[in-house]
């Protein structure tokens, strides 16, 4: 089973600041990564596939990069509505495993 | 937009037998592998199981491998996990994904969970 290990598990941030999650698989899932951001109450939401590709009706302000074992979230203005939890995903292989998620919260 | 809608969630003790529903509108449902993601309370997310498009394969987790069944009824254009030999670890919120045309494994919808609880 791939280990998705995500760091750090909490990151505050200002509004308006730029966030930097990170993912890290236990061996290399190519570029099959997934992100989804989660707020409190709700489902999970998909952010990006394919490491960079930003799904439909996502703000340009989410990229993602990485290929292999690291890969990296990048909010690049903070928003209020970006307060929330985000999970990695790597599809690659079966078992489908998640990291276990950072919260982003407000600084 | 996508529409998708759990029920089947509940009280059950350690041992018994739940089944899942997951009602699917507003797109069409032959042509998508669909999954179940389940989250523990206060826990992060877990895959529990895959179904392709056609029904043809079905993956699951390693937790759940021989008591959870993933099916699909298209005439219905629904998707059902029956869970047997339930353990107190089972007890989550189970969300039904839909997945992206190409890969099936990336979830694009979600509907809004059911929460099983498996307590005596």
């Known amino acids: 089973e791939i280990v998705m290990t995500q760091s750090p598990a909490t990151l505050s941030v200002s509004p308006g600041e730029r966030a930097t999650l990170s993912c890290r698989a236990s061996?290399?899932?190519?570029?099959?990564l997934a992100w989804y951001q989660q707020k409190p109450g709700q489902a999970p939401r998909l952010l990006i596939y394919?490491?960079?590709t930003r799904a439909t009706g996502i703000p340009a302000r989410f990229s993602g990069s990485g290929s292999g074992t690291e890969f990296t979230l990048t909010i690049s203005s903070l928003q209020s509505e970006d307060f929330a939890v985000y999970y990695c995903?790597?599809?690659?292989?079966?078992?489908?495993?998640f990291g276990g998620g950072t919260k982003v919260e407000i600084k | 937009e996508v529409q998708l809608v759990e029920s089947g969630g509940g009280l059950v003790q350690p041992g018994g037998s739940l089944r899942l529903s997951c009602a699917a509108s507003?797109?069409?449902?032959?042509?998508?592998?669909m999954s179940w993601v389940r989250q523990a309370p206060g826990k992060g997310l877990e895959w529990v199981s895959t179904?392709?498009?056609?029904?043809?394969?079905?993956y699951y987790a390693d937790s759940v491998k021989g008591r959870f069944t993933i099916s699909r009824d298209i005439s219905k254009n629904t998707l059902y996990l029956q869970m047997n030999s339930l353990r107190a670890e089972d007890t989550a919120v189970y969300y039904c994904a839909k997945g992206l045309a190409a890969p099936g494994q990336v979830f694009d919808y979600w509907g809004q969970g059911t929460l099983v609880t498996v307590s005596s």
């Open positions: 061996q290399s899932v190519s570029s099959n």
């Open positions: 995903q790597q599809y690659n292989y079966w078992p489908l495993t």
């Open positions: 394919g490491a960079s």
């Open positions: 507003r797109f069409t449902f032959n042509s998508y592998a």
């Open positions: 179904i392709s498009a056609g029904g043809g394969g079905t």
